[in-house]
């Protein structure tokens, strides 16, 4: 077992050092172990927040770069204009209350030999165990020009929310009535699969109230819309007749910024408004970590205790995983992820056996206007034979119809999983 | 030889008893995403925290049959077995409103 806080320690921590102390956690005290969590998203924190829970003679250290939680979840209403970024955003004072140390900071490399966690701004944090939970970064390289175009400001992502949701929800609104709001989706897997459609819903709202001649273009990788298809349609024919294009296999190589084009596999489309979101993979730390093990993209995980297949004592959690069977990379998947993947630290570092039968649900609401909503829901159970999460038969499904009343549901879902995560 | 084989029954009972209480809390610990964690302070979601074993063991049973008409609910019930809707159901009820 590490001690919590030795001279070294010490020595080396500055800004950790600094910010544990303003939290008044600079005393030494007894401790079963430290886990340091890199990452603040739906997947750190709850697991941060579920150990301290669990076992609080377990230290906690949570690493994260942001300030300020934003949540991806409930992002795309402040694209078409129902919701404000102060809505998606959250203190991570909760977590301080449950006893989590909140270091801002920037994970630069993991020393997984010496269980040690480098920080930008200096000082190592020395951990038992290590939960990584990055989310995702970009292949901007798949996709020629992005880069150029991304920093010329003519194109977004917006795929990770923040300063790019509110760029775009800008974009939108200076664009002329009669203009054309160009999205590229990627192949699957990326994160969040209803995303795409939701935010394509939630333009049209804002063009149908405020510039009802222009249009909105869907440029899909995949053949067809990957997540609650009919539901979508159905919502895009009765609500924004006319309004939305859908085009599938129609996969973005390239984006020109003087031009204001996408560059598909075989033509150029032309848009006022640009919003690629480029193929992804697991965050830049779980590649200087050696924790990539699939397609040069994701984490594979032992998902009894989502301990890293590829280093020891680490485990990975959220987007960043290889996904089993039947998983979504979302907001949901990550706080469920992240309860497994607590229990089963809590019981390892006590020197009990991880729980053999873990179980977790994804639950995914998209907004399709201001008030109406659409879910997805599946059950993930342990399969002995598979060695894997699969989805129990018979179980989950999506909406029978679109209403306002999932759209109570859908908000109220964002504000509990907020909660549940964060205080 | 008596007093060593008490020892080993006592420890491995031990694990096993820390698993079933582990298994009814991490079950639980699902829900909470909606339902608010421990089953408390939710908004618009039904509060579990301290709901009579029966009750909640009837609810998810009627979920999971069809009897009680949901928008999502009756497609998550169906995920879990009875033994598994006890264990979340005697989380839920020692748990304070």
Redesign the interface.
Known sequence: MTRPWDRRDFLKLSGAAAALAAAGCATPMKTKARVVVVGGGFGGATAAKYIRLWDPAIEVVMVERANIFTSCPLSNLVLGGSKSMEDIRHSYDGLRQHGVQVVFDEATAIDAAKRVVKLERGGDLRYDRLIVAPGIDFLYGDIAGFEDAMKARRVTHAWKAGAQTIALRKQLEQMKDGGVFVLSVPLAPYRCPPGPYERASQVASYFKKAKPRSKVLILDANPDVTSKGPLFKKAWAELYPGMIEFRGNAKAVGVDAKSGTVKLEVEDVKGDVLNVVPPQRAGDIAVKAGLITANNRWCGVNWLTCESTAVQNVHVLGDATLSAPGMPKSGSMANQQAKLCASAVVAMINGQTPNPEPKIVNTCYSYVSDDEAVHVASVHTWNAEQKTLTTVPGSGGVSAARNALEGAYAWAWAVNIWQDTLS | MRIALVVAAALAAL?FA??AQ??G???A?????????DGR?????EPLAGMPKQDLVRKLGEFRSGAKPA??MH??A???SDA?IQLIADYFSAQKK
């Open positions: 694990p820390a698993q582990s298994s809390r991490d079950l610990a699902s829900c909470a995403m909606c339902h608010g964690t302070g939710a908004v618009g979601y928008t999502v497609q998550i169906k995920g879990y598994q």
